[in-house]
T-cell receptor, first 112, second 112 residues
Framework: QKEVEQNSGPLSVPEGAIASLNCTYS??????FFWYRQYSGKSPELIMF????GDKEDGRFTAQLNKASQYVSLLIRDSQPSDSATYLC????????????FGKGTLLTVNP | DADVTQTPRNRITKTGKRIMLECSQT?????MYWYRQDPGLGLQLIYY???????NKGEISDGYSVSRQAQAKFSLSLESAIPNQTALYFC???????????FGEGSRLTVL
C-alpha cells in the first residue's frame, strides 16, 4: 500500500507569517508531486506541482522536493486569511503518471 | 460553465436504494476518475478509466460500479446504498502527461 503522510494539523499561523506544510511518501518510484488547496465543501484546486529535486517558486508559494528523503513541502510566505484551507499533498503512484495518491490533508488557519 | 460537471450536487437517499452520480467533461481528456472524500481521510480512489473500453478498480471499489458511456461521460453507481457510503464524491479528469487532476464541484451523498 503506497502511502502519503501529512501532519494532520491544524496548523495555525498569524497573518504575514510563513506557513510550512510537510509531506512524506513511501513509493520511491513516484515522479510527480502536487499540492492542492481545498476550501471547506469545495473541490481541490491545484496550487503547485514539482518534478525535480530542489525548490520551485510561484508567487508566495514555494514547493520543495527531496526524493532521497522522500519528502515534499509547501511554504506559504506572507500568509493571508484567505489561505486558510486544507492543503492536500498528492503523489503519482508506481512510476507512472496515471494515478494520484493523496494524503489526508493539513488544515491551515491564518489568523488576522 | 464548469469544465467538469457533476450531477446531482446533493442527494439524500435511503438504505438499499440504487444511486447514480454522473460526470461530464468538456476538457477533452481521456482519463477520468471517481474519488470519495470522508472528513479527515483525504481522497480515496474508487474507479478510473483511460478510455471508453478501459475501466480499472481503485482502492475502495467494493459496493460501487462505473460506466464510461463516452469519452466525456463517466458515471458512478451504488447498486444498494448503505449509510457508510455517505460522503463527498468527486469526479476528476487528466490529460495524462503530468498526472494533474482537474476536479468537478463534488456530489454530496447522504444515505439514511
Amino acid at each position: 500500500q503506497k502511502e502519503v503522510e501529512q501532519n494532520s494539523g491544524p496548523l495555525s499561523v498569524p497573518e504575514g507569517a510563513i506557513a510550512s506544510l510537510n509531506c512524506t511518501y513511501s513509493d520511491r518510484g513516484s515522479q510527480s508531486f502536487f499540492w492542492y488547496r481545498q476550501y471547506s465543501g469545495k473541490s481541490p484546486e491545484l496550487i503547485m506541482f514539482i518534478y525535480s529535486n530542489g525548490d520551485k517558486e510561484d508567487g508566495r508559494f514555494t514547493a520543495q522536493l527531496n526524493k532521497a528523503s522522500q519528502y515534499v513541502s509547501l511554504l506559504i510566505r506572507d500568509s493571508q486569511p484567505s489561505d486558510s484551507a486544507t492543503y492536500l499533498c498528492a503523489v503519482t503512484s508506481g512510476g507512472s503518471n496515471y494515478k494520484l495518491t493523496f494524503g489526508k490533508g493539513t488544515l491551515l488557519t491564518v489568523n488576522p | 460553465d464548469a469544465d467538469v460537471t457533476q450531477t446531482p450536487r446533493n442527494r439524500i437517499t435511503k438504505t438499499g436504494k440504487r444511486i447514480m452520480l454522473e460526470c461530464s467533461q468538456t476538457k477533452g481528456h481521456d482519463r477520468m476518475y471517481w474519488y470519495r472524500q470522508d472528513p479527515g481521510l483525504g481522497l480515496q480512489l474508487i474507479y478510473y478509466s483511460f478510455d471508453v473500453k478501459d475501466i480499472n478498480k481503485g482502492e475502495i471499489s467494493d459496493g460501487y460500479s462505473v460506466s464510461r458511456q463516452a469519452q466525456a461521460k463517466f458515471s458512478l453507481s451504488l447498486e444498494s446504498a448503505i449509510p457508510n457510503q455517505t460522503a463527498l464524491y468527486f469526479c476528476a479528469t487528466s490529460e495524462g502527461s503530468t498526472g494533474e487532476l482537474f476536479f468537478g464541484e463534488g456530489s454530496r451523498l447522504t444515505v439514511l
